[in-house]
């Protein structure tokens, strides 16, 4: 059975990641919380900061394949911890490239659509990044130190799903919010091609075999608006969506600015695997199966 390592197996995204692959492969799913527990997956209690453990870890795993998840995701925090969020999300992926060149590893880095400035939207791989806050140039980087490495794949992407382990996300604090009836602002005019983390998955399995090494977009098929999206999500788990308060980007009061349009093109990865990208209707339609399916 081939092994996996996982960054960040117990974040938003990490958690799906480790949960639906745990089926398939010997997963080590790297965490900084002590207590956690994923399902058919081995913990591993690291910090990707620590460069000597991250590699001697590492090296005594000796996986297959590493993922690399782990960064501060919080766009305003990163703008306010500018030092905190360099160390983490570009140092810290130095030091998982430079495990994954130790043994020889696959190593595939999560990058997001935020690289970009969203003046335009539709990003193909070629496009020019054009980060608008702190968070987006620290990813920037990290991408930059993740090809440093031959053997490396940068996937660009805008993930949603359940999580797990109690784990919460963007999805399942709409879920909780409209459930209780409350009201959420929602842009109308902020676009991105969001895609379920298990076809995120199905796409990493399909990487894994591949010679493909560089950057490849990893999207839904579909460019929706914040509101859009989250309209979906209320109609087919049937909460109320007259609850959702469309609002535009202008009206935003954050540390950290954020781009418009970051829909990407998938005419690359579509042509590599196939048209096996699901629209966002698609992918919500499949995160309740498998959500009821767990309750």
């Not at 960054?7 to 949960?19: M, N, P, W």
């Not at 696959?106 to 990003?123: H, P, Q, R």
């Not at 020019?128 to 996937?155: D, F, R």
């Not at 359940?162 to 676009?191: C, M, P, W």
Request: glycine share 6%; charged share 30%.
């Amino acid at each position: 059975m081939k092994k996996i390592f996982i960054t960040g197996g117990t974040g938003g995204v990490g958690s799906e990641v480790s949960l639906f692959l745990g089926d398939k492969y010997q997963v080590y799913s790297g965490t900084t919380n002590e207590n956690a527990k994923i399902r058919n997956c081995k913990m591993i209690l690291i910090d990707i900061t620590d460069r000597e453990k991250l590699i001697k870890t590492i090296t005594e795993i000796n996986p297959d394949y590493i993922i690399h998840l782990a960064a501060l995701t919080d766009v305003n925090l990163c703008e306010e911890k500018k030092e905190q969020a360099w160390k983490i999300n570009v140092e810290g992926t130095k030091n998982v490239t430079l495990a994954a060149e130790r043994v020889g590893a696959k190593l595939i880095y999560a990058s997001t659509n935020y690289v970009f400035d969203g003046e335009k939207g539709m990003y193909a791989e070629e496009d020019e990044p054009s980060p608008v806050n702190y968070y987006s140039l620290t990813k920037v980087k990290g991408e930059k130190e993740a090809l440093n490495y031959s053997n490396s794949i940068v996937t660009r992407l805008c993930p949603f799903g359940l999580g797990a382990e109690n784990r919460q996300t963007f999805t399942t604090r709409v879920i909780q919010e409209l459930s209780k009836g409350g009201k959420i602002n929602l842009f109308t005019d902020q676009f991105f091609s969001p895609i379920f983390t298990y076809n995120y998955v199905q796409v990493l399995e399909k990487l894994f075999e591949s010679d493909f090494t560089g950057i490849i977009n990893i999207a839904g098929s579909e460019r929706l608006s914040r509101y859009e999206f989250v309209k979906k999500i209320a109609d087919i788990f049937e909460l109320d969506s007259n609850l959702l308060n469309p609002t535009k980007i202008e009206d935003l009061d954050e540390v950290a600015k954020r781009p418009r349009d970051t829909s990407l093109d998938i005419s690359k990865a579509k042509s590599l695997f196939g048209d096996i990208f699901p629209d966002a209707e698609s992918g919500i339609r499949q995160m309740k199966r498998i959500r009821d399916k767990d309750i």
